[in-house]
């Protein structure tokens, strides 16, 4: 045999193969149940007019949702209805102009006021602070720490002043660890 009639037996081999795959796998398709059965039910709607109702559509654009609006991820309850008052007053409300920034933090001066003493001819007091493992005694007007002024010395707190800032933090007397109340 030459290689011409090789060559259309094999063409026709794999055109019967071809043939053979695709009835078989549209059988395997259409014995599926409700695969075709359904396309065999189908009837379309029948509509008396197919145009689109644009005035419809406008109607629901400009509806608005009119109850509890809340955060669905809190268990919190939601928050009650404010009254059409206070919302024109809230509305008048509006700040306009620049924001200030907030306040500084409140004052931390890193020693602990433990204890005070008056000198008996000049009634000048001396107040003890701890500042670490340092031991700092100050009288009222010296600075310590090199950036805090002691203004005054009550019997159960110190007003202190830092210096470079003029702010004032009045700090509690503590009792020193390890020292028990009489």
């Not at 701890?130 to 009288?139: F, P």
Request: no cysteine; charged share 20%.
């Amino acid at each position: 045999m030459s290689r011409r009639i090789q060559s259309y037996v094999l063409a026709g081999l794999l055109v019967i193969l071809a043939i053979v795959l695709l009835r078989s796998r549209h059988s395997e398709v259409a014995s599926i149940p409700g695969v075709f059965a359904a396309d065999a039910q189908y009837q379309p709607l029948d509509v008396q007019e197919p145009q689109l109702r644009v005035d419809l559509l406008q109607k629901i654009r400009k509806l608005e949702y009119a109850g509890v609006h809340r955060n669905i991820f809190l268990a919190a309850p939601p928050p009650l209805p404010v009254p059409a008052g206070q919302k024109a007053a809230k509305a008048a409300e509006v700040f306009v102009g620049p924001r200030l920034p907030p306040p500084p933090p409140p004052l931390q001066v890193p020693a602990e006021f433990f204890g005070y003493a008056s000198e008996r001819e000049s009634g000048r007091r001396l107040a003890f602070f701890t500042s670490g493992d340092d031991v700092l005694v100050v009288a009222e007007g010296d600075t310590f720490l090199n950036r805090f002024r002691l203004i005054h010395i009550g019997n159960d707190s110190a007003d202190v002043e830092e210096i470079s800032s003029g702010r004032h933090a009045m700090i509690p007397m503590v009792q020193p660890p390890g020292q028990s109340t009489p």
